[in-house]
């Protein structure tokens, strides 16, 4: 019984895990579709705002954004943790960017007219793992705001 199931164990140790490409766009999409997740309603203006976001700071298409926030959605539900998405961001950002980026999701938290915890949670837990320092959470925060 034993040996039945370490030889079961090591198969699965074996198989390879699939890996799904994420580009800049797909991990940024997927930033914004977390904090709308966040506080577990996914407003229309939250999802106006994503849009809105891709559209502008990546200059993709309609057609495009969809397909991005399509593609992100599922992959934001099985991760299991951030650190794809983040480690996209912080290969291809500088630290201002990353700071914009702050932003963004603070836009996004803000669509629906309140801020729920979770999304402030959420958007502390993203800042810190990009590297933003709390005193630049709290700027970008305000500038969202306004």
């Known amino acids: 019984m034993l040996a039945h199931i370490k030889k079961l164990l090591q198969g699965l140790a074996l198989q390879p895990e699939p890996t799904v490409s994420i580009d800049f766009n797909t991990a940024l999409a997927a930033l914004l ?11 229309s203006s939250e999802l106006n705002k994503i849009s809105a976001i891709l559209l502008t700071h990546c200059q993709l298409s ?4 969809t397909g991005l926030i399509a593609k992100a959605e599922p992959l934001v539900e099985e991760a299991i943790d951030l650190f794809a998405f983040v480690k996209q961001i912080n290969n291809q950002t500088n630290d201002v960017e990353r700071i914009e980026i702050v932003e963004l999701l ?7 007219g309140e ?16 590297y933003v320092s709390h ?3 709290i700027a970008a925060k305000l500038a969202a705001a306004q």
Not at 62 to 65: I, N, S, Y
Not at 106 to 112: C, G, L, P, S
């Open 115 to 130: 801020l729920d915890s979770h999304e402030d949670h959420i958007i502390r837990r993203i800042a810190g793992l990009l």
């Open 135 to 137: 005193a630049d959470f």
């Open 33 to 43: 579709v977390e904090v709308m997740r966040a506080d577990g309603k996914a407003h």
């Open 106 to 112: 603070w836009h996004v938290a803000f669509a629906d």
């Open 62 to 65: 309609q057609e495009q954004v």
